[in-house]
């Protein structure tokens, strides 16, 4: 049965797919569509003939066994092969080819898009958006000649997506799909801001600074903490930058989003009192090391500022120390210490007034 294998390979080759890896493809796709023909053959196989441009199925049929006194129930044996090829099967082969070639092109391209973004997991990519946003839908965002998917989670509120807009995103996973390779990627990611930084800072690509801890609320807030690996170097100037130059080219790229630079520490109090930045602390009282919990001490002025529009502030603290942290009024606590010690020396002081009675 004619088959055009030689044009199939050149085909194969222009995308490097290998000869060997199509004909088993192939081969396999014109015995399963021969096994739908009426009556086949148990036992078949394919044979493909790329000079003469054919193929042939050759059947072998079951020939039962001559039963004897030993073994009354021969297995049956397999006789010679012969020619099975169905004469009217040349539309059906023809189908299958394409069929086959179809899929093992589709194939080599989702490895080759796999491939190719397998790598890209936890960076940062640009594109394109490719349609602009509704309410709860995903974001086809064109990286290449590739489609990456926003999904609704991973946009930022407030944001606007609008067709053939350049947009910077963090990719979240590369994973293949049931329809090729699927490539998610994220606006609202914390790591966005971190990729961003290093885009910015040399000092984070060198390892004289590094980025502990980042916790975010998207489109609306960041805290970031860094050390210093360098002696001399000062952390939180680097992001910062000239002028405040870095800070400014990373938060235009989210958005105008506000960021808060602070300085880590091994100390949980040092820590939890530099995360609750604008607001200053007075102290801060660990509670419990392993349950990770402490309590800062502001000022009344400042309570409002520790705690943030609708307690962002110190939500956004917690998270970025992984402590709980307990947030009360300085001058409160003032009092109470007061009192406490007042209570303290009260019995003291009885002691000495009947100590004095007695000598008298």
Avoid: C
Wanted: glycine share 8%; hydrophobic share 40%.
């Amino acid at each position: 049965m004619e088959l055009d294998l030689a044009g199939m390979h050149q085909l194969a080759a222009q995308q490097g797919i290998n000869a060997e890896e199509l004909d088993e493809a192939l081969a396999e796709a014109l015995r399963l569509a021969y096994m739908k023909t009426a009556h086949p053959a148990k036992h078949v196989r394919v044979e493909l003939d790329e000079r003469a441009g054919s193929f042939t199925v050759w059947a072998r049929d079951e020939i039962p066994g001559k039963p004897t006194e030993d073994n009354p129930y021969p297995a049956p044996t397999l006789g010679e092969e012969y020619d099975d090829t169905p004469h009217d099967f040349g539309r059906l082969a023809a189908a299958t080819a394409r069929q086959v070639i179809s899929q093992i092109f589709r194939k080599a391209e989702d490895d080759r898009v796999f491939g190719a973004f397998s790598g890209q997991k936890g960076k940062l990519i640009n594109g394109i958006i490719q349609q602009d946003a509704k309410d709860n839908t995903n974001i086809h965002v064109a990286v290449g000649d590739v489609e990456a998917i926003l999904p609704r989670r991973e946009q930022v509120p407030g944001e606007r997506y609008r067709h053939g807009e350049r947009i910077r995103v963090y990719v979240v996973n590369v994973a293949r799909g049931l329809r090729g390779p699927e490539i998610v990627v994220s606006r609202s990611h914390p790591e966005l801001v971190r990729r961003l930084f290093e885009r910015e800072v040399p000092e984070l690509v060198s390892g004289a600074v590094s980025i502990m801890s980042i916790a975010r609320e998207a489109g609306a807030r960041t805290k970031i903490a860094v050390r210093a690996n360098t002696e001399g170097v000062n952390p939180k100037g680097a992001l910062i930058g000239p002028g405040g130059s870095r800070v400014r080219a990373v938060m235009e790229n989210l958005g105008q989003e506000k960021i808060d630079i602070v300085d880590w520490s091994s100390d949980p109090a040092k820590f939890v009192a530099a995360a609750l930045s604008p607001a200053t602390a007075t102290q801060v009282q660990v509670v419990s090391e392993k349950n990770q919990t402490a309590v800062a001490f502001i000022h009344d002025a400042q309570l409002s500022l520790a705690i943030g529009k609708e307690g962002q502030n110190a939500r956004l603290a917690a998270k970025l120390t992984g402590w709980k942290i307990g947030i009360e009024s300085a001058e409160e606590h003032a009092k109470k210490v007061a009192a406490a010690q007042a209570q303290n020396a009260q019995p003291a002081s009885a002691d000495l007034n009947n100590n004095a009675s007695a000598a008298e």
